[in-house]
C-alpha cells in the first residue's frame, strides 16, 4: 500500500498551466502602431511645406528647401547677432519639427549664409529643370571656397611678372 501512495505521489499530474507556453501562444498577434510616412507624390510641394514647417518655429526669417529622394538640405535664415548655441538650438527645433512631420523625410539643417543661398541657387535650378547642372556648379563654388589659393600655384599671365620682385635697397 506505501508503495502505491508513492508512485501515485511522484507521477506528473495534469495541472494548469501558470506560464504560457510559446507553443501554444497562437491568439496573441501585435502590429506595428507607429504611422507610415506619406507618399511624397510631388517634391515642391513637400518642400514648399518643409519650407513653411522651418519658417514655423521661432527664430528662423526665411527657409529654402532642397528635397532629393527621401533627404531634404534646408538652409535657413536666423538673426546674424544670435549666438552660437541660440543657433543650434533652432536648428534642433527645425530638424525635430522635421522629425515629427508626417513626410518623414530625413534632413540637413544648416544656419550658414552661404550655404542656405547654395540650396536656394540649387532649388532654382532643379525647378528651372537643370538639376545636375545646378548641383555640380554650386559643388564646384563650394570646393573652390574649400581648397586654398597657395601662392606658388600662381601663374602670371605676363612675362614680366614672372621675375622674382626686388627689393628696395635703400630701406
Known sequence: MIMVTMTTGCSTVARNETSPSPQNNNGVRAQQSAPQPMEISSSRDVEVHLEKLATGIAGVKS???VLIGNTAVVGINVDSKLDRSRV???KYS????FRKDPYGVDALVTADMDLNQRVN???E???AGRPIR????????LIGRIVPQLP???TP?????QEAPQTDKNL
Open 152 to 154: 606658388r600655384d600662381i
Open 94 to 97: 527645425v530638424a525635430e519639427a
Open 157 to 161: 599671365a605676363d612675362p614680366e611678372e
Open 121 to 123: 541657387e540649387i532649388g
Open 63 to 65: 527657409a529654402h528647401c
Open 134 to 141: 545646378g548641383i555640380a556648379e554650386e559643388l564646384s563654388d
Open 125 to 127: 535650378d532643379i525647378r
Open 88 to 90: 543650434g538650438t533652432i
